[in-house]
């Protein structure tokens, strides 16, 4: 249904001829991969551990789109960098409201790790290898390749009687929140994450996700009259404090390079 709307939202706004020239197979390496792959080790990591292991394993995002960015993107670990990772850490960490003592550590926290990092790869090669698409194309090409895995997943899952393959409730009500999630939780929220991702970079855009506990909690305060988590608050705030330290980092990393340049350019002008 998420994909329908977005192949839908793709073609009215960029035109079907922007479709038909798209990479899919490309999509499907990293839509596949990345989200489809990704999704399925979450749900087996969520099934094999407790609700507690894989929001610490999301935490963890900063980490690896650190890593990712030092990797491919010649980012430079510099200490403010560094400061600012471990800020978002312990920021997500309070935010979610988590007790590493109530976590379990064996192999479903190992298929969220994985997971996790999936879905920091798929982000970037998403907007890297998509440049040329906007950030509606870039979304719709993610969904389709994660959906081309899943429902190959399904088949052989049903073929081979795997389990863990059994429909649940469809009635009006059920069909709704399916309706509501994939208009809005898949299609909406995915795309403005990678618009997100295609302005800030995976490292900065991460932090932003240890702080979506304390959004959620902002929600639910205006809308549902909840009560106010001062700690969630401060986990937002440590996030906050992160993201700036890494922009900061990451403006000196420019400077610097720039500076370097143009001496190099100097000398050889020099030399010549």
């Known amino acids: 249904m998420a994909l329908v709307v977005l192949l839908g939202c793709w073609a ?137 895995l899943c429902v190959v997943a399904l088949i052989i899952s049903l073929s081979l009687n795997l389990g863990e393959t059994a429909i649940g409730e469809y009635d009006g009500f059920h069909i709704s929140l399916i309706v509501y999630v994939a208009i809005f939780s898949i299609s909406i929220a995915q795309g403005l994450w990678i618009w997100g991702v295609g302005g800030l970079g995976i490292l900065v855009a991460s932090f932003h996700m240890n702080a979506v506990p304390f959004y959620v909690m902002v929600t639910v305060v205006i809308t549902l009259g909840g009560e106010w988590n001062w700690w969630q608050a401060a986990g937002a705030a440590f996030v906050a404090c992160g993201v700036i330290l890494a922009q900061l980092a990451s403006r000196r990393n420019w400077t610097s390079d720039q500076a370097n340049q143009l001496v190099a350019t100097d000398v050889h002008q020099f030399k010549d």
Request: include cysteine; proline fraction near 4%; glycine fraction near 14%.
């Open 12 to 148: 009215l706004l960029d035109g079907w001829q922007t479709l038909k020239s798209a990479n899919w197979l490309l999509a499907l390496h990293v839509g596949g991969l990345g989200f489809g792959i990704g999704t399925i080790l979450l749900m087996i990591g969520q099934k094999l551990s407790d609700p507690v292991t894989p929001a610490i394993a999301a935490a963890m995002m900063p980490i690896f789109g650190a890593m990712l960015e030092i990797a491919f993107d010649g980012r430079k670990l510099r200490p403010l960098l560094v400061l600012g990772i471990l800020l978002a850490l312990v920021g997500g960490y309070l935010a979610t409201g988590v007790k590493l003592s109530d976590s379990t550590f064996g192999l479903g926290a190992l298929f969220c790790l994985i997971a996790v990092m999936l879905f920091a790869w798929a982000t970037r090669a998403n907007t890297k290898n998509f440049a040329d698409l906007s950030p509606v194309g870039q979304t719709t090409v993610g969904i389709a390749g994660a959906f081309v």
